[in-house]
Nanobody, 128 residues
């Protein structure tokens, strides 16, 4: 069982930065795929970024070049550095963890269904 707790959300002006953290419990964190998703009011939850246990990263086109995902396996924590924030980045941000699999499809890291554990979310609001 893995428990995830997000922190670091808040209100920021457009062009500003925030750093989200996701603290995880569990001794097998290092072998899990980790991801960030977000959900704006009235919209579906969407993929933002993911990181493999190896450190390889994936990003949604909308955040490439502005957001950076990382993980510290020793501290069992994942981060999302968000720069050049835009009003359209306003959403509740969720971290997620996926148990190791024997097979990974091409879209594995982008799909909500790939992740087994979810945090409660942290609100990010970007004002114009």
């Amino acid at each position: 069982q893995v428990q995830l707790v997000e922190s670091g959300g808040g209100l920021v002006q457009a062009g500003g930065s925030l750093r989200l953290s996701c603290a995880a419990s569990g001794r097998t964190f290092s072998s899990y795929a980790m991801g960030w998703f977000r959900q704006a009011p009235g919209k579906e939850r969407e993929f933002v970024a993911a990181i493999r246990s190896t450190g390889y990263t994936y990003y949604a086109d909308s955040v490439k070049g502005r957001f950076s995902i990382s993980r510290d396996n020793a501290k069992i924590t994942m981060f999302l550095q968000m720069n050049s924030l835009k009003p359209e980045d306003t959403a509740v941000y969720y971290c997620a963890a996926g148990r190791p699999r024997t097979y990974y499809s091409a879209d594995y890291y982008y799909a909500r269904s790939s992740y087994d554990y979810w945090g409660q979310g942290t609100q990010v609001t970007v004002s114009s």
